[in-house]
């Protein structure tokens, strides 16, 4: 039994959302998906709030559901934006906070309001608190809160961020550091580049969309599984202590986190260095030869993912440093040698797929998203369980070959940078690709 999670969403009540996102529209989604544990994102939000506290049934403690969709859980995490200076330099960091009871988020909501936040206008508010006093406050109110640096790597409001974060966990929390059990990976990196940070090796890793839509919900997640293999698990009686459990590692936990399933991070709009405005693209290399200033309008790049981690990295991590293994339907997870790590598996969203194998045809894409979600299995079912012979059954042989290449990881990539999403595709063929991004494909040779 597994639970595939996504932790990380936004609400209609957050900036550049979908109006359509409220509860049903989530569960909706993460069930066509193939999710069963999703946040309701967003607590901070007071008409957000009331919507959830309208509608959320406790399932089990700190677990909830929606009576219509009584098979999609959900648990309470929220993102909070802290802007403030530290070492005469602004730190600008988005944490994910974790809570345990929806009577916590009442806790925390109104601590928030006395220290003037303005909670009513953003789903994901801005707070003038350091990343640490806000740490310090919340496990005061309560220790099972969890706090998490989300999309670690961005160069814009992240830990690591190259623009306003920081060189480590120590130097943004202190002594608190202790109390951070976990970072999450952003699009842009993905577990390998994060295997490289020393400080990392003992914490978790989880990877969650970030989505502000429903179609975009999982396309990264965390999947707990059972820690012991022949533990009788049912899927309807963990608690948010169980999941809390599997991120902290505790000795006790009935959970622990099987895989996490990524992007390739080469799509992720901060993987490269460079200019957008300015159309100058760089691969860490590039940068280390040419610098950080733009030949153009002579700023300063924005300095991707890859660039920052090979930054921060106390060892490099080559192929033969890693280990592909692949599950019955032929989906590689790729492991570190010694296996000391939470594996990963890295996907392209099916309508993604469809899209390409559809010639860019959205229309036609979705519908065949739609027939096959209703009559074959879930999406993630699809991308990774389902057989070869099944999906070619029910979707065609393009579709077959499409799933099979994204499950050996041969997909050619074209990698994003300030702000512009890479491409990832499948097939190789299309020469308006290459012309699109006046760059030259190459294969994902699994580094
Ligand atoms: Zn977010
Ligand atoms: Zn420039």
């Not at 206008?121 to 640096?149: A, C, F, H, T, W």
């Not at 290399?285 to 200033?293: F, S, T």
């Not at 979707?395 to 990539?413: P, S």
């Not at 990698?415 to 294969?443: C, L, M, R």
Request: charged letters at 25%; one cysteine or more; proline letters at 4%.
């Amino acid at each position: 039994m597994q639970i595939i999670a996504d932790l990380h969403i936004h609400s209609k009540y957050s900036r550049a959302v979908s109006q359509k996102m409220d509860l049903f529209e989530i569960a909706k989604s993460a069930s066509v998906k193939g999710i069963q544990l999703v946040t309701t994102s967003d607590w901070t939000h007071p008409l957000w709030f009331r919507h959830i506290k309208d509608n959320l049934i406790e399932k089990n403690k700190g677990i909830y559901f929606l009576k219509q969709y009584p098979s999609v859980y959900f648990l309470l995490t929220t993102e909070i934006s802290s802007i403030y200076t530290q070492g005469d330099k602004v730190r600008r960091i988005h944490n994910l906070i974790f809570s345990p009871l929806i009577e916590t988020c009442e806790k925390v909501i109104k601590k928030l309001h006395g220290e003037g936040a303005k909670l009513m206008s953003d789903g994901r508010p801005i707070v003038g608190i350091s990343s640490k006093d806000l740490l310090q406050m919340l496990l005061e109110i309560d220790e099972n809160i969890l706090l998490v640096p989300c999309h670690a790597w961005t160069p814009w409001f992240s830990l690591y961020g190259s623009k306003s974060g920081f060189d480590s966990i120590d130097e943004c929390f202190g002594e608190l550091s202790r109390h951070i059990y976990a970072i999450e990976t952003g699009l842009s990196s993905d577990p390998i580049m994060n295997w490289q940070i020393k400080e990392l090796e003992n914490r978790s890793i989880i990877s969650s969309s970030d989505a502000h839509s429903g179609p975009k919900l999982g396309r990264e997640a965390t999947v707990f599984v059972p820690k012991i293999s022949n533990f009788e698990f049912r899927i309807s009686n963990f608690t948010y202590n169980d999941i809390i459990g599997a991120i902290r590692q505790d000795a006790g936990a009935k959970l622990k986190i099987g895989y996490t399933i990524e992007f390739f991070p080469e799509e992720g709009k901060y993987h490269w260095s460079g200019h957008r405005a300015c159309n100058i693209r760089y691969n860490a290399l590039q940068v280390k030869e040419k610098g950080e200033i733009c030949p153009i309008c002579h700023r300063p790049l924005t300095i991707g993912v890859e660039n920052r981690v090979l930054d921060l990295s106390q060892k490099i991590l080559k192929n033969e440093d890693l280990l592909f293994l692949k599950n019955k339907a032929g989906l590689t997870f790729v492991y570190d040698k010694e296996k000391k790590r939470k594996p990963f598996v890295s996907l392209i969203p099916l309508l993604e797929i469809l899209t390409e194998i559809n010639d860019g045809s959205p229309t036609k894409a979705l519908r065949e998203y739609d027939g096959l979600t209703a009559s074959l299995s879930s999406e993630f079912d699809i991308l990774m369980r389902k057989s070869c012979e099944e999906i070619e059954k029910a979707g065609g042989e393009k579709l077959r070959q499409a799933i099979e290449i994204v499950r050996d990881r041969k997909v050619f990539v074209d990698p994003g940078y300030d702000g512009v999403f890479g491409q990832v595709k499948i097939f190789k063929s299309d020469e308006k690709t290459t012309s699109k991004t006046g760059a030259k494909e190459k294969q994902q040779t699994l580094f």
